[in-house]
């Protein structure tokens, strides 16, 4: 493996920038990997205008999941509008798209968040849902990067970031995370790892690891933050 930085990541995929459209460049990888930071990384080191949209804003609202008895299934394929999320995405070559927002204090989709995104040069797509679906059909990106991880590492980012969020609801009760604060410390803890056992080690493994073997670009992040390229 090759060491690289954000930077050094931005200059390959700038590379592939076509002279019209906008370059469509999906980032995707396990749940808490850290896809968001390296999106805002790369943002911040590619030429032109950059636009990061996140796939959380096409996931089904909480109260279509709970109708379909799906609530525990979050993140799974089936929890998102995949019409929608590859027509939003397959929409940026061709002008102005009107995308959603997700909000994770909520832990639903937040209407009043969506937002129009035109003119962009590049446009980083961050989430799930950008594996191959079960026929081979891939999202309609330009180029698809992957980010991979020690498993151990990922669940500390996924329980640092829960416990974060957790610490934050506090003072905040409209925060969905407010219904965890009768938990203790270490209850909060635990509750954490059983969701990531139950719920997003099962995700990673059966459905958004699948994007790793067609990804143009993998990179391995260590406990450290560093980055390499696969």
């Known amino acids: 493996m ?3 930085t954000p930077a ?20 995707t990888g396990s749940v808490a990997v ?8 790369l943002a911040e080191a590619l030429p032109g205008r950059v636009e990061i949209l996140s796939t959380d804003g096409f996931l089904k609202p909480n109260a279509e999941l709970e109708a379909a008895g799906l609530a525990m299934r979050k993140g799974f394929p089936e929890s998102y509008d ?6 939003a995405l397959a929409g940026l070559k061709r002008g102005p798209v009107t995308v959603p927002a997700y909000s994770h204090v909520i832990y639903d989709v937040d209407p009043a968040a969506g937002r129009t995104i035109a003119g962009a040069d590049i446009v980083l797509v961050e989430g799930l849902g950008l594996a191959p679906a079960a026929d081979g059909h891939r999202p309609p990106l330009d180029r698809l990067v992957y980010i991979d991880a020690e498993e151990a590492d990922i669940v500390a980012w996924f329980l640092a970031r829960f416990m974060g969020l957790w610490a934050a609801a506090a003072d905040d009760p409209g925060s ?7 938990m203790s410390e270490d209850e909060a803890r635990q509750f954490a790892l059983s969701v990531w056992q139950g719920i997003n ?14 990804a143009d670009l993998v990179v391995r992040k260590a406990a450290d933050h560093r980055l390499w390229l696969a």
Request: zero cysteines; glycine letters at 4%; proline letters at 10%.
């Open 201 to 214: 080690r099962p995700n990673w493994l059966e459905h958004i690891a699948r994007a790793r073997p067609v």
């Open 2 to 4: 090759t060491p690289i």
């Open 82 to 87: 995949a019409p929608a999320m590859a027509a």
């Open 176 to 182: 969905f995370y407010a219904r965890f604060r009768h």
């Open 34 to 41: 850290g896809k968001t930071t390296l999106a805002r990384q």
């Open 8 to 27: 050094e990541l931005a200059q390959q995929i700038a590379a592939h920038r076509p002279v019209a459209a906008p370059l469509v460049v999906g980032i």
